[in-house]
């Protein structure tokens, strides 16, 4: 059993900056895909950032050039630094950690950017 814990998320106006982390228990973390998503109220939760366990990474195109994944396999935490933000990147964002057929949801963690 993994557990995924998100913090990081508040209230910053736009243009603004956030650093989200995710601490993960376990020993799995390493061998571990981990993402970042985020959902809307009344929307499908979509997928924002994604990190392999070689660390390579993919974004949805609403965040290339903005938001950048990142894990540190030493201190079982993947981060999502988040830049020039906007306010259509208000949303709860939440932690994936995915080890083979085993996938782990956080709890979850609001930003909201304000106009």
């Known amino acids: 059993q993994v557990q995924l814990v998100e913090s990081g998320g508040g209230l910053v106006q736009a243009g603004g900056s956030l650093r989200l982390s995710c601490a993960a228990s376990?020993?799995?973390?390493?061998?571990?895909?981990m993402a970042w998503h985020r959902q809307v109220p009344g929307k499908q939760r979509e997928l924002v950032a994604a990190i392999t366990s070689a660390s390579s990474t993919n974004y949805a195109d609403s965040v290339k050039g903005r938001f950048t994944i990142s894990r540190d396999n030493a201190k079982n935490t993947v981060y999502l630094q988040m830049d020039s933000l906007k306010p259509e990147d208000t949303a709860n964002y939440y932690c994936?950690?995915?080890?083979?057929?085993?996938?782990?949801w956080g709890q979850g963690t609001q930003v909201t950017v304000s106009s």
């Open positions: 994936r950690a995915q080890n083979g057929v085993y996938t782990y």
């Open positions: 376990g020993r799995t973390f390493s061998r571990s895909y």
